[in-house]
């Protein structure tokens, strides 16, 4: 098992590099893909000119399990580009809040991320591709979606198969949801609006029981703030506050000094909420917590643990099957190839 708020250790008893992260089950194998932070702590000025601390952009780190405790890692799934000077993903930029979705016709795993300057006034969203969970992944580009600022996001996939990329926008005074084109690489044009001024970040949200759940928390920097639950019955609303989730526990009215990053659906029908500590003195440090609470007709509540026990035995899920490619021999065909350049920076 793992104890909430500390920093955990993968298989091989070094320190987990997934901040800002989420999960995929892939053939009965869960897959987080999160921030690499491993790297010297500096400061510098937000788009309103106060100090943030940064890490320079290491990349995206992956890790796999059967049974979402022992945690096997895969290295760096999407690297930073350090000789293009005005890359979206030189050392010098923000690379935060991966999510990875899988597109079954065409058996692609896509990751989204927020792209950002250090004074966070590029604000947009990052695509990358890849054939196999593992990676690596390829980065397409960045986009605004709908021409508006995108910082914290996330991406849900319904049951129909369409893909929504949730994002902080209006300098994170409102929640813009995209629908994705229906490869998952692209944004459509059509959008909507959820929570006007309510100023959320670090979204998350997840289906169970036929309703919506959605998880956010205020806007402090890295500063712990109260969490904020809502549910619906359709995506488009209306969305009903719930207020705070959190019980129990070391400081429950902020969140146990966390910030949420993701909710997962269990197979058995629990939602996992995922939180980071942040450590912003030596954001490398940064701890884990990870609550699973049953939703019910009055919310979703979130009851201190110490610990997480994951899942025992591990639980499996059909909810993904790679479908296997052969060539006209029946052999194994190799990986497929992108024929995008990498995405600079617009002027």
């Not at 892939?26 to 309103?48: F, H, I, R, S």
């Not at 998952?184 to 044009?189: K, N």
């Amino acid at each position: 098992m793992q104890t909430n708020a500390t920093l955990w250790k993968d298989t091989q008893g070094n320190s987990i590099q997934a901040h800002g992260g989420g999960l995929l089950c892939v053939d009965n194998v869960w897959y987080w893909y999160g921030e690499n932070k491993a790297g010297p702590t500096t400061q510098t000025l937000n788009a309103q000119g106060l100090p943030v601390e940064r890490v320079d952009l290491v990349g995206i780190s992956g890790y796999r399990s059967i049974d979402l405790v022992n945690w096997e890692p895969m290295g760096v799934v999407l690297e930073p580009e350090p000789n293009i000077r005005n890359h979206d993903l030189h050392p010098s930029m923000v690379l935060e809040r991966p999510k990875v979705v899988f597109h079954q016709a065409t058996g692609t795993f896509v990751m989204w991320v927020h792209i950002d300057r250090p004074d966070y006034k590029l604000a947009a969203a990052g695509v990358a591709v890849s054939d196999r969970p593992e990676g690596p992944f390829r980065y397409m580009g960045s986009i605004r979606p709908q021409g508006r600022d995108s910082r914290d996001q996330t991406v849900f996939v319904d049951d129909d198969g369409s893909a929504y990329h949730f994002a902080s926008t209006d300098m994170n005074a409102t929640t813009l949801v995209t629908r994705l084109t229906d490869d998952y690489r692209a944004m459509s044009d059509e959008s909507m609006v959820l929570f006007p001024d309510r100023h959320m970040e670090a979204h998350a949200i997840t289906k169970a029981q036929g309703r919506y759940w959605y998880l956010a928390s205020g806007c402090t920097g890295w500063d712990p703030n109260e969490a904020r639950s809502a549910v619906a019955d359709r995506l488009d609303g209306p969305w009903e506050e719930l207020g705070n989730p959190c019980r129990g526990g070391d400081r429950p009215e902020l969140t146990w000094g966390s910030q949420c990053t993701f909710l997962q659906t269990l197979p058995n029908g629990q939602i996992l909420a995922m939180f980071d500590i942040w450590k912003p003195q030596a954001l490398g440090q940064s701890q884990y917590v990870w609550i699973a609470g049953t939703p019910g007709p009055d919310g979703l509540q979130l009851d201190w643990n110490p610990v997480w026990a994951g899942l025992t035995p591990p639980v499996t899920t059909p909810e993904i099957a790679i479908p296997q490619r052969v060539n006209r021999k029946g052999q194994p065909s190799p990986a497929k190839t992108f024929n995008g350049q990498p995405a600079h920076i617009a002027s």
